[in-house]
């Protein structure tokens, strides 16, 4: 059936770049584009419908087990901070972190510790919020979605390391590779559409006074009671989620479509014969090409290669995690859509903490094989119990937002530290 698909794709590639002319007027069918990518898809569900079903019932379970249990508690809780006004006073604590090295508002900390524990795409929807919120200009805002979108703990360790690679203790290894990615590209956009203004903040008053200033003010003027932000917070938290199951599920008859019709094979065909003179295997190609589209088909495609060595595995895994797909990108397009905020910003960033996670994560292995040494076992593999899936993922979830206000406990006392240091140094100048 391959050859139908061949056939297909060779029209509307000639169809695409097929030019008419009507006087000196010429005509681009560029505005096709969708239209026919539409019509080829439906005519692969056809040929192809027991793999679309088959792909389609795949990303339906995965988002019912382990998407929705992972998420709905993040979600909700985010809600819950943002609309209560904490995620607006605990960003005034944070502000002597995260300014200087990111160059964003101390409210940005909270994108960030829940975007490192929760998993895609949560970093994007507590932004995005921020952003409606006005707690965030739109440079700011677009600054702060380059590193704050991340894959987190529990497909890393969970699905990655102990799933497919089979290898637990390098569950952590690969999280830190990660989330070292994710600081250097924030470190690096720090200087993306710098200005004076954002530099120059200077604040006199006491961290701990403002924050209580703060925090009552926005209670006060809080008109809504807590029933009716628990209720917006679920009803939005349940609408989001839905969504990115649709686009789960969708982009998992995608992927599957271009396996079965032979599209990655064919694609890492024409690009070996240029990659395998610097040692990447054609197995690897097949597996960027897949999480390219797809982060999880693309993990796992890595971890089956049977040819590539372990180091380059794991090389092309994190930088699969790192730039996260096609799939959870559309999702962050979505999220975004009603915002102001620009997309190229942040698919920049995702497109760098590849590169930096593959590289993170090579030098790290090829230091540690230099000097003999080898990954110790990260956390104690639990047993299969009787206990379902999904309730076992929404367990792991509540640890992770537990995690999440443990990492903002500790960034508040380094915050404090730090302004009290900085505070004395003013003193002894004066």
């Keep these: 059936m391959s050859l139908y698909f061949y056939a297909i794709l060779f029209l509307i590639i000639i169809i695409l770049f097929w030019r008419k002319f009507q006087g000196s007027r010429v005509i681009y069918l560029k505005n096709l584009l969708l239209p026919f990518a539409t019509i080829s898809f439906i005519l692969c569900l056809v040929l192809f419908s027991k793999t679309a079903v088959s ?34 006073a605990i960003g005034i604590l944070f502000e002597p972190i995260m300014r200087p090295l990111f160059n964003v508002p101390g409210c940005g900390s909270f994108a960030l510790a ?46 990655v390391s102990v799933g497919m690679f089979k290898i637990p203790e390098l569950g952590l290894f690969l999280l830190a590779c990660h989330i070292a990615a994710c600081v250097t590209v924030g470190i690096v956009f720090r200087f993306y559409k710098r200005t004076k203004e954002a530099n120059n903040q200077v604040y006199s008053m006491k961290l701990l006074s403002r924050f209580k200033y703060e925090l009552i003010t926005v209670q006060k003027n809080s008109s809504s009671s807590f029933g009716n932000i628990l209720g917006e917070a679920v009803r939005d938290s349940v609408t989001m989620l839905l969504a990115i199951g649709g686009f789960i599920t969708f982009f998992s008859v995608i992927i599957n479509m271009l396996l079965e019709t032979g599209f990655v094979a064919c694609v890492s065909s024409l690009l070996s014969p240029i990659l395998a003179p610097i040692g990447i295997h054609k197995d690897i190609i097949s597996s960027l090409i897949s999480g390219f589209f797809e982060i999880t088909t693309g993990t796992s495609m890595v971890s089956n290669s049977k040819t590539a060595p372990l180091v380059e595995q794991l090389t092309a895994a994190s930088m699969i995690i790192g730039w996260a ?19 190229k910003p942040y698919l920049a960033g995702k497109f760098l903490q590849g590169i930096f996670s593959a590289f993170y994560t090579y030098v790290c292995l090829k230091t540690m094989s230099l000097f003999n040494f ?10 299969t119990t009787k206990t379902p899936h999904w309730i076992n993922n929404f367990l792991t979830a509540c640890e992770n937002l537990l995690a ?20 004395a140094n003013k003193k002894r100048l004066f």
């Design 114 to 159: 829940v975007g490192i524990t929760s998993g895609y795409p949560l970093g994007a929807k507590v932004t995005t919020q921020m952003r409606e919120e006005k707690l965030l200009t739109k440079i700011e805002a677009e600054r702060l979605l380059t590193f704050t979108n991340n894959s987190g703990p529990l497909f890393i360790i969970g699905a």
């Design 404 to 423: 999440t206000f443990v990492i903002i406990a500790l960034g508040i006392l380094l915050s404090v530290l730090i302004n009290f240091i900085r505070n």
């Design 325 to 343: 797909g096609l799939s959870v990108h559309s999702q962050v397009l979505s999220i975004i859509n009603k915002t102001d905020l620009s997309i």
């Design 55 to 88: 792909a389609a019932s795949q990303g339906i379970t995965l988002w019912l087990n382990v998407v929705f249990p992972s998420l709905f508690p993040f979600f909700v809780a985010s809600q819950l901070l943002n609309k209560t006004g904490f995620v607006r």
């Design 374 to 383: 080898e990954v110790r076992p990260a956390f104690l593999q639990l047993e």
